[in-house]
């Protein structure tokens, strides 16, 4: 038998970093994202090969181990053996042998959350194949803990919720855990208008995300007055974005990502760079209204929005730039499984 799954990256369009403690667990954090036509994949297969075979294709990254319930953690295939070391704890198998593979959809360290939803995917893979009775929230916060706490993988919450269930959804995260997933009911025509005046565009950099969400974890420790007060704001702004988008006020998305940049450049002194700088003030020339970094910056992706027929103008001059424009459309649908012969 063959187990399966997939999940989707998302794109945060509001609050990002307030979901991440300790700021979250002091003040409470709130998060707008939505799901995109990318995924992370994994594939469980039972063999009987009396080893343990790990394989990322997108990486080239292969190990095998002795069937063992605690595999190796050494800084390669880290995220699967993780969740295997951790299902063998909790939820103890016999296995004569797995083969256990994955795909993300893209590159790692690019700020669609891709380490998270690759957890969760290969997490749904075992709960399919050993039909484990956990729900949405569970699968998410087991994800989290997986990453956090097993594997010490500094980090927010939003993107195990995300991943695990899909669509537009508004986000609020307080002490001890507590994480609420707020599905939002947005008018298709109001969607079909946001995914066309939207681009994604890959900075042709990926960064490791710990490092920034470190320093901006340490900010909130020192009560840096600066990065609190850019944090306060990107909470706002995720309140003002479910607002506009609720209402169809798209003309406002421009102005509100734009301000979300400018507070985002306060939490950490390493989220921007003059690249970065580099590709928002060309875009906003060719007439974007307001954009941001992915994830928790530094590089990876950026998105652009782009009202009227301005992402015509607005593509030509990124094109001319290093890096690629993906493309994609929303998607409605979270972490999904099955299994087949």
């Known amino acids: 038998m063959i187990f399966r799954s997939k999940a989707p990256l998302r794109i945060g369009l509001a609050g990002g970093g307030t979901d991440v403690s300790p700021y979250s667990d002091l ?21 009987n090969s009396n080893k343990i075979t790990i394989q990322a294709f997108d990486r080239n990254e292969v190990e095998e181990h002795a069937i063992s ?50 957890v969760v995917a290969i997490l749904g893979a075992f709960v399919e194949m050993l039909k484990l009775p956990l729900g949405d929230y569970d699968i998410a916060h087991y994800a989290y803990d ?5 594997l010490k993988l500094a980090g927010g919450k939003q993107d195990q919720y995300a991943a695990t269930f899909g669509g537009v959804n508004f986000m609020e995260f307080y002490a001890n855990d507590k994480v609420i997933v707020n599905p939002l009911r947005i008018s298709s025509k109001y969607l079909h208008e946001l995914e066309n005046n939207l681009l994604l565009f890959f900075t042709a950099t990926s960064r490791e995300s710990a490092t920034i969400i470190k320093e901006q974890q340490q900010n909130v420790a020192d009560k840096n007055e600066k990065s609190l007060e850019a944090m306060h704001n990107l909470k706002e702004q995720a309140q003002q974005m479910k607002e506009a988008l609720l209402k169809g006020n798209l003309n406002e998305i421009g102005k509100i990502l734009d301000y979300g940049f400018e507070q985002k450049r306060n939490m950490a002194a390493s989220i921007s760079n003059s690249a970065i700088e580099n590709l928002y003030e060309i875009a906003k020339k060719a007439g ?23 992402r015509h103008a607005v593509i030509n001059v990124l094109s001319k730039e ?17 299994t087949t012969e």
């Open 27 to 47: 003040y409470g954090g709130a998060i707008l994202n939505i799901t995109i036509s990318a995924s992370a994949h994994a594939t469980i297969e039972a063999t």
């Open 69 to 118: 319930k605690h595999l190796p953690i050494n800084g390669t295939l880290d995220l699967a053996k993780g969740v295997y070391n951790r299902i063998q704890k909790d939820y103890p198998f016999h296995t004569n042998g797995l083969l256990i593979s994955t795909y993300v959809d893209a590159a790692a360290g690019s700020g669609l959350g891709t380490s998270s939803t690759l």
């Open 146 to 150: 997986i990453e956090r706490n097993d």
């Open 288 to 310: 974007a209204t307001g954009g941001k970094i992915s994830g928790a910056g530094g590089g990876g992706f950026m998105i652009f929005y782009c009202p009227n027929n301005t």
């Open 322 to 338: 290093k890096g690629v424009l993906k493309p994609y459309t929303f998607t409605n649908h979270g972490l999904i499984t099955w």
